[in-house]
């Protein structure tokens, strides 16, 4: 069976093959928001995080009941490509599908696009989107040199929970390529696909709701680029707890939408850093959703009861800049997926609920599309992977 993964990449094939080196060291970062759940504080995490992104200016990160403090160490400047080589920015099995109710495929459309049929949905979940996610996982894969996530799978029959499957593209990547392994995805939105891997099965549910998994029955719960999606994180890691064995494993894994620069280029005032800030800023005002979780994820995972490993964040390049040949790869898809829907899909239903005209929308949108395709402007963001174990009885 063909992956999924290359049916995804076959308009973006020819962005040059990653091999640069990684520098290791550690830091800490802050959100630029922060959620509106609240957990009863029971531990505190002190934890160090791993690193491959540059330095920045940002500090501290609130860890549940506890403070994370780090500082970042110099891990050297990002080298630019030179001029006229900046090419990238040319960028414009067996059915195991659960049986559905009717009303599950009851959608709203509104901008163009269609939504879950919740009347709070922010993203929507048609094809463009569902194109820019399966691009999305390709970015994730670059960022862990080829491995599906940064927790090592055993090859001992794990269940693995895959929390927001969105297109089943991680699934049934795992699906494939750990045959004893058993992978459910959950999602709201009934859009996978029907033939899939004999080890993979999808759910149709609401993680925001108690879960239906028995408690420790499961090996490893996975959960990527679901920032705005968890009404309440606190509350949905303690579902996770709930599920898993003892000794089982959790990830979680995004993409924090915020642009920082290196040299200069991306200017304070820029069109960027605006749509970025008030992204955020009416996620929480209007709709009390986070959609930067990531920095206060280790003392969340904490205050659950899991023992957390120290962070890792992956610098994520805005458009192919970079003269080392990893991040130009990683920089060239990441831009891409903006391009591709990524800034329109998160903005559309957001911007106008909270007020704005849909032409001040894509008038501000516009002017972000023109700066991040400026190969002068040196812009970044970074990939956080925060990850956990449910102790064994007795903390052995």
Request: with cysteine; charged share 20%; proline share 7%.
């Amino acid at each position: 069976m063909s992956s999924p993964t290359e049916n995804a990449m076959s308009s973006l094939r020819g962005a040059p093959e990653g091999d640069g080196p990684d520098a290791v060291g550690t830091a800490t970062a802050t959100a630029t928001t922060t959620t509106t759940a609240t957990a009863t504080t029971t531990a505190t995490a002190t934890t160090t995080a791993t690193v491959d992104s540059p330095p920045t200016e940002e500090a501290t990160a609130h860890q549940g009941s506890g403070e994370q403090e780090a500082t970042h160490e110099d891990e050297g400047i990002i080298e630019v490509e030179d001029e006229g080589n900046d090419s990238g920015y040319d960028t414009t099995g067996t059915s195991c599908q659960t049986s559905l109710n009717s009303s599950v495929f009851l959608f709203n459309h509104e901008h163009g696009h269609r939504y879950h049929r919740k009347t709070d949905a922010l993203l929507p979940n048609d094809e463009k989107e569902q194109e820019r996610l399966d691009l999305q996982h390709e970015i994730f894969r670059l960022l862990l040199e080829g491995e599906l996530c940064s927790t090592p799978i055993e090859e001992t029959g794990w269940k693995i929970l895959d929390i927001g499957t969105g297109t089943g593209i991680w699934p049934i990547d795992v699906g494939d390529a750990h045959p004893s392994a058993t992978i459910f995805g959950i999602d709201e939105s009934p859009i996978q696909p029907t033939w899939v891997p004999p080890n993979v099965q999808f759910e149709i549910d609401d993680v925001n709701k108690p879960w239906l998994q028995k408690p420790n029955s499961i090996d490893f719960v996975h959960v990527r680029t679901m920032a705005g999606c968890i009404a309440d994180w606190p509350t949905m890691l303690r579902e996770a707890y709930k599920v898993l064995k003892p000794g089982g494993r959790i990830e979680v894994a995004d993409i924090v939408w915020n642009f920082d620069c290196q040299d200069g280029s991306l200017l304070p005032d820029s069109k960027a850093k605006y749509w970025a800030d008030t992204f955020h800023v009416l996620a929480q005002s209007h709709f009390h959703v986070d959609f930067a979780p990531s920095p206060s994820m280790a003392g969340w995972l904490a205050d659950a009861g899991f023992e957390v490993e120290d962070p890792l964040i992956k610098v994520v390049p805005v458009g192919p800049w970079p003269k080392n040949r990893k991040l130009k790869e990683i920089g060239h898809y990441f831009l891409a997926q903006m391009l591709e829907g990524g800034m329109e899909n998160y903005s559309m239903m957001l911007f106008t609920k909270a007020g704005w005209d849909p032409i001040e929308v894509h008038a501000l949108l516009g002017h972000v599309r023109k700066e991040i395709t400026n190969p002068a402007i040196h812009a970044f963001t970074r990939a956080w992977f925060l990850r956990g174990t449910k102790p064994m009885p007795g903390g052995t």
